[in-house]
């Protein structure tokens, strides 16, 4: 562990991007896909963008620091956050200010662009939290513990390998898999990342998530895909939730890692109109017995389902059905 020799932010700093525009010729705008940018991987892959003339990249960036910490000490002063994004291979380097997205000083928000000539691989993006500390300015006090990824040529948002699904025996493999040998898959989130445990088992089951067979088995496979996107997204949820961090007067912290991550991206959706400290509260609240926790679960449902993008697949789906359905009686 590397010492200062200055007091620093012993609460952890996290950061999120909540969105990413494209610039093409003529200035025009287009937004990235949600697909293009994965919370729980903290990468961005532009090479999912449906354009390939992009010029520029404009990345939406909230960070959470410790708020509390800094009100009750006082080591520090003139307070400022920055989003610094920088690639080794070009050697560039683009600097945003944050600025103060609520009354309680927990998240700063800002843009941060950068121009796509400049990069050739991967940036890396971190926030930092700087001060003045003891009369002398511009001192580091605490840094995000992990950096997001922009990934100018990567298709799929991944940090350093495939989507973790495994296919596996359920009859045959571990113990603990047995029990549900007559599921087509189960969400794993016990290790430091989520992974999706496919059945084997299951009759063409593999064969229709990798997209093999007929038109009508690959628009099926789609489906099975989006609905084990919304089983992860409900499966980390309830994991982050149930494994909070409380402060002596109760109050429930986000965790610093994809956990903390995930809470805020879904909140939103299952306690909606409230800040994300409070909505945590309200729900950490209810699954500990103080109000109605079945009531949140549609909530917690329609979240998943719209960050797997379920109705959205759906409607194709139903649209690609049709097409083919005239296309065989033609």
Partial sequence: MRAYPYPRL??????????VRLRGPGGTREQLDTKGYSIVEQVVALGRAERDDWQSARLAVTATVPAREIETKSHWSDIAVVAVLTEGATNARTVVRLESGAEDGRDWVGEIEFDRDSHLDRASLAVHVVAT????????IASTDQEWLIDVTADAPLRDRQLDVTTVSFARGAEWLRSFREAPWVVDTSGRMPTVRLNSDFEGLVALVEGQGSKVESVVGEILLAQMCADVWTAVFHTAIGDLEIEDDGTPLFPPDWRGAVLR?????????????????EVHLRRIGEGSWADLQPRIQYAAARRAEVPKVLATTVRDIERIDQETHA
């Fill in 265 to 281: 991206e879904m909140l939103p959706d299952i306690v909606p109109g409230r800040s994300a400290q409070g909505a945590l509260r």
């Fill in 133 to 140: 500390v003891g009369g002398i300015a511009g001192r580091i």
């Fill in 10 to 19: 012993t609460g952890a700093v996290t950061a999120r991007i909540t969105a």
